[in-house]
């Protein structure tokens, strides 16, 4: 069975920093690519950030680009991100999701249960 | 960024009656190596994650029911949901996977009349 299991969100000061992992278990970990998708209170889904199943590439959301750091450890299973510099505009759930490849495209197939980051002071 | 806009934001509807969600998009997601279209749909219930319905714009996940169908081409896509359940309450987005940034429609929030 496919898991994906966030932690590391919490309270955090606007220009605080924060790091989000996802550990992965159920599949082949490093068959594929991995996306954090946020989710802001009572608001719609936004896609933040993904890698390739090796790591070597990654993608962002032009808002958090230079301040969050996609990366992923095939050993441990995990996929993390690294927030900077962090806004009150970053506070939402931040989903880990893993990307089903078809055709050279992704899509999300499996979601994690989501870890609530709050910016504010 | 390809923008997704979803009609109508909420709607009711009765229990075994058919639900109809439509979602635009800004410019074409017809993905010429295959000539499908990179559209995918998902359902959230509340205090859940996101989950994948339909992707390919038509193709349904393994598992989800037939009552749910998706179709359309290009910019224009719809979602049917055929003899509405009561655990089909939720609200349901649409995605373009044609490029990075992946971008979501708005949601469209689904209720029982």
């Known amino acids: 069975e496919v898991q994906l299991l966030e932690s590391g969100g919490g309270l955090v000061q606007p220009g605080g920093s924060l790091r989000l992992s996802c550990e992965a278990s159920?599949?082949?970990?490093?068959?594929?690519?991995m996306s954090w998708v946020r989710q802001a209170p009572g608001k719609g889904l936004e896609w933040v950030s993904g890698i390739g199943n090796a790591g070597h590439n990654t993608f962002y959301t032009k808002s958090v680009k230079g301040r969050f750091t996609i990366s992923r450890d095939s050993s441990k299973n995990t996929l993390y991100l690294q927030m900077n510099s962090l806004r009150a505009e970053d506070t939402a759930v931040y989903y880990c999701?893993?990307?089903?490849?078809?055709?050279?495209?992704?899509?999300?197939?499996?979601w994690g249960q989501g870890t609530l980051v709050t910016v504010s002071s | 960024d390809i923008v997704m806009t979803q009609s109508p934001d909420s709607l009711a509807v009765s229990l075994g009656e058919r639900a109809t969600i439509n979602c635009k998009s800004s410019?074409?997601?017809?993905?010429?190596?295959?000539?499908?279209?990179?559209l995918a749909w998902y359902q959230q219930k509340p205090r859940q994650p996101p989950k994948l319905l339909i992707y390919?714009?038509?193709t349904r996940e393994s598992g989800v029911p037939d009552r749910f169908s998706g179709s359309g081409s290009g910019t224009d896509f719809t979602l049917t949901i055929t003899s509405l359940q009561a655990e089909d309450v939720a609200v349901y987005y649409c995605?373009?996977?044609?490029?990075?940034?992946?971008?979501f429609g708005q949601g469209t929030k689904l209720e029982i009349k």
């Open positions: 390919w714009a038509s």
């Open positions: 999701a893993r990307n089903a490849e078809s055709s050279g495209q992704f899509f999300f197939d499996y």
């Open positions: 410019q074409s997601v017809l993905y010429s190596f295959n000539n499908k279209n990179s």
């Open positions: 995605q373009q996977y044609y490029t990075t940034p992946y971008t």
């Open positions: 159920g599949f082949t970990f490093n068959t594929y690519a």
